[in-house]
């Protein structure tokens, strides 16, 4: 396939069977396809065959996937030869044509030997194209392409075997007159051969920006664990990930990745579960509870009996979403295939015009020939494939800088229509992490008068203590207290009590550190006004750590994942560009109602505890409702989301398998570049639909002349540098492109 019209052809032939429903993707080179058992599989591939293109079927899964060669890679590897043996062949000839005073006897003769294998190899691409076009009664731009080069090439073929070209002496001066001829002394070849070398360019950097079918998949393969520790006999056997069956028990030490889905039997843990569900606050589990592959054991060792493993994992299920997000994906048809659709069939029109006119009047079938073949050929621009490739290497280039990275033109069309946005919570809006947002101090609690002062002691003791700790909250408790006493005291005595908190002596006190439960059973209950503090805080979504000093409740540390301080200032953006910002996450309603509220964002645009597959439901939804929705996340679960959104914008913070599914990359984690990543992108389409217009209007200026016979090779010439020219200039106003950043408004 060439275009996305390509992919419509074939989805239009394969929905013509009975009880067939198809959706084919350009991009992935994917059809999706469901039939009933009166079809048979190798009937699909037998209709894809009959309009010209080809099918096979997909490989099963295989455990090395992840290494395979991608298939993009070796088209732009395929592109990049052509484009070097044409550019090496092209050069002399356009060289020779442009400069008289290098024109030696018969390089006329040379010219055509160079510029042969430019046209017939280095045009195959658009000539098979053109053929599978013509077939099916359509144009693209590779019809234009096709048309006009063999068009340039066949006439200097003629006239230098019929006509007067091919005499030795003969020069083509540079000037620009307009005088009627009847062409026979007239050669095209540097139009024919830059024409296919300049596209061929154009077509390589395109190749090489366009997103990788199966990358999202293959990273969310490398997620999972590799190998397992497996149970049997009570020894611990570690075996390849593919071995472990249902029912096999294995183990997950503190740090590593739970192997496949499954139930504790044995232990009690933490999980960091905020990949898969974008929690983000680790989940305390004990025996009878459920874990999901691909999660982290972040506290004590468990003992997991596996439930579901291989294609019925969660993991397996989350690409399986991705796979269905991106076959769906609606294709934009590019602007250079919508525009030469009605150029081409008007063009040849008015070359059959052209030669009925000259017939008509008598000027002779010379003449009438010549008139209708300069028409063909001066309406071929070779602007036309630079139009999209410049334009997006000076975007994705400006943008780079500015932190954001364009994956390919498709993405262009998407952002001008987007009027939705939404953001995932944890890690896009919020940072993900576990920060200390206050303390609260038992009243009288400072024996030296000071509660201030207590309350900081306190917090250097409670991080002293967990400094020992595994646990993403105790860390997170640390991380304060060294950012307020950069030394901290060493601790005796310390024990983890699994699921509850820690305990120890530090500096001669003894410390307790964790839920209210453990503070109840070492005889250390909250008093009334640390009990509503408590109450007060978890009813605002902030998780509660409590202190007890020597037997005694002190004090309550709140812990939150904090809104990022840029992320008010982007939501007023995002309103600036006429976009509505909804708030979807797989946290729980009152900490989403919290954050939302911060940031600015309406109530009823706040969608909470949505799964994964969820995710995907509610941007369906919106689509339903016609709404153009542009999605910003950076977690695995955020993935499919991102490849069903028309526009995906990544978080370059966040996990490989979001980026690989998104549309546009925001390499920092500032959520303001996602409002100029949209500027950026809206402002290289309309640089694009500026140079498709120029490289087309230079050309179509010179069509008049052609079709009055006055057209002579310095003018084709002049017509293709032109474009080309302006193309390359117009594309690099984008580089004076200014981020909208401002520094966030004081809170």
Not at 78 to 96: G, H, N
Not at 260 to 286: F, K, M, W, Y
Not at 539 to 565: E, F, N, Q, S
């Amino acid at each position: 396939m060439t275009c996305a019209s390509c992919a419509a052809r074939i989805e239009k032939k394969l929905n013509k069977l009975e009880g067939v429903t198809a959706t084919v993707n350009y991009s992935t080179e994917v059809a999706q396809v469901r039939f009933p058992t009166t079809v048979q599989p190798a009937d699909l591939v037998a209709e894809v065959v009959k309009i010209g293109y080809t099918a096979t079927f997909p490989p099963p899964p295989r455990a090395a996937e992840p290494e395979d060669p991608p298939t993009s890679t070796d088209r732009a590897r395929a592109l990049r030869q052509r484009l070097l043996i044409s550019l090496a062949l092209s050069l002399p000839v356009i060289v020779l044509a442009m400069v008289p005073g290098w024109q030696f006897d018969n390089w006329q003769w040379a010219s055509l030997a160079l510029a042969g294998p430019v046209v017939i190899y280095g045009g195959l691409p658009f000539h098979r194209a053109a053929w599978t076009n013509l077939r099916h009664g359509a144009a693209t731009m590779d019809t234009l392409i096709s048309m006009g080069t063999l068009a340039a090439f066949g006439w200097s073929v003629y006239a230098m075997f019929f006509g007067t070209a091919g005499m030795t002496g003969m020069r083509h001066p540079f000037e620009l007159t307009l005088t009627r001829g009847e062409g026979s002394g007239n050669i095209y070849l540097e139009a024919a051969a830059g024409v296919i070398t300049f596209l061929l360019a154009g077509r390589y950097v395109e190749a090489r920006s366009k997103k990788e079918a199966g990358a999202a998949l293959r990273a969310l393969i490398q997620l999972g664990a590799k190998d397992v520790a497996v149970l049997r006999g009570g020894v611990e056997t570690r075996i390849p990930i593919e071995q472990l069956a249902v029912g096999d028990l294995f183990v997950v030490r503190p740090g590593e990745k739970v192997a496949a889905d499954g139930v504790i039997t044995q232990g009690r843990s933490a999980v960091d579960n905020s990949l898969i569900t974008g929690e983000s606050v680790p989940v305390e589990v004990a025996v009878g509870d459920a874990v999901i592959g691909a999660s982290v054991n972040s506290g004590g060792r468990l003992v997991v009996r596996a439930a579901r493993v291989g294609a019925d994992s969660q993991l397996a299920q989350m690409a399986k979403l991705v796979t269905d997000a991106q076959n769906g994906k609606a294709q934009v048809q590019r602007l250079a295939d919508r525009i030469s659709g009605i150029f081409v069939p008007v063009v040849i029109g008015l070359a059959l015009a052209t030669l009925a006119f000259w017939l008509i009047i008598g000027a002779g079938a010379a003449a009438a020939f010549t008139a209708a073949v300069a028409v063909l050929i001066v309406a071929c621009p070779c602007a036309l494939g630079l139009a999209t490739p410049t334009a997006l290497m000076v975007g994705t280039g400006r943008g780079a800088q500015l932190g954001m990275l364009i994956k390919g033109p498709e993405v262009l069309e998407s952002t001008r229509r987007v009027d939705t946005i939404v953001l995932d919570k944890t890690g896009t809006v919020t940072t993900g992490r576990m920060t200390l947002t206050g303390l609260v101090s038992a009243e009288g609690a400072a024996a030296d008068g000071d509660p201030e002062m207590d309350v900081r002691r306190i917090l250097r003791w409670a991080g002293a203590l967990e400094s020992a700790s595994e646990h993403p909250i105790g860390r997170a408790i640390t991380a304060a207290a060294r950012a307020d006493h950069p030394e901290l005291p060493p601790v005796q005595d310390f024990r983890n009590i699994q699921g509850l908190g820690v305990q120890g002596t530090v500096e001669g006190h003894g410390v307790l550190v964790g839920r209210t439960a453990l503070l109840e059973q070492c005889s250390s209950p909250l008093d009334q006004q640390l009990m509503q503090a408590r109450t007060a805080a978890e009813a605002a979504g902030v998780t509660v750590v409590a202190v007890a000093v020597d037997g005694t409740a002190r004090a309550l540390i709140k812990l939150a994942d904090t809104v990022k301080p840029t992320s008010r200032a982007a939501i007023a953006q995002f309103r600036r560009l006429g976009l509505t910002p909804i708030l979807l996450t797989g946290d729980n309603q009152r900490v989403a109602d919290e954050v939302a509220a911060h940031v600015g964002i309406l109530p009823q645009d706040v969608m909470a505890e949505v799964l994964p597959a969820q995710k995907v439901q509610a941007i369906k939804d919106l689509q339903a409702t016609g709404r153009v929705v542009a999605m910003v996340g950076d977690g695995v679960n955020d993935a499919a989301a991102l490849a069903q959104a028309d526009l995906g914008l990544a978080m370059g913070t966040g996990s490989d398998v979001a980026i690989e599914a998104a549309d546009l990359t925001l390499v920092r984690g500032d959520l303001r570049v996602a409002g100029d990543a949209i500027r950026l992108s809206r402002r290289t389409l309309a640089i694009i639909k500026g140079n498709l217009f120029w490289a087309f209007a230079y050309n179509v200026a010179a069509i008049p002349l052609a079709a009055a016979g006055l057209l002579n090779p310095m003018i084709a010439g002049a017509a293709m540098a032109l474009s080309s020219i302006f193309v390359v200039t117009n594309s690099l106003r984008l580089r004076r492109f200014a981020p909208a950043l401002s520094d966030p408004p004081a809170t």
